[in-house]
């Protein structure tokens, strides 16, 4: 079992800047990969960014430039700036690794508020 705890949310400023952290602890093989997601109140969860176990990033193509992800070790970062309303969501920290079946893991969450 992998668990998966985040912190590092709350509410900031439109403008302002959050980061997010997310610790995995359990039986994390050496390739995996981690990232983070986020769902808005009515919408479906979607993608905000990954990083690979080996150093390799994918973002949302509406978030690059604002959204930064990074990892050390099992613990993986991300960093969030110039914060806009509309990225008001909770964020979920998840952990996916590959034995003969794919495997996804998830954080409880945590909350994003992006108001004045």
């Known amino acids: 079992q992998v668990q998966l705890g985040e912190s590092g949310g709350g509410l900031v400023q439109p403008g302002g800047s959050l980061r997010l952290s997310c610790a995995a602890s359990g039986s994390i093989f050496s390739v995996n990969t981690m990232g983070w997601y986020r769902q808005a109140p009515g919408k479906q969860r979607e993608l905000v960014a990954t990083i690979t176990s080996g150093g390799s990033t994918n973002y949302a193509d509406s978030l690059k430039g604002r959204f930064d992800i990074s990892r050390v070790k099992n613990t993986v970062y991300l960093q969030m700036n110039s914060l806009k309303p509309e990225d008001t969501a909770v964020y979920y920290c998840?952990?996916?690794?590959?034995?003969?079946?794919?495997?996804?893991?998830w954080g409880q969450g945590t909350q994003v508020t992006v108001s004045s």
């Open positions: 998840n952990l996916r690794q590959v034995v003969l079946r794919t495997y996804d893991y």
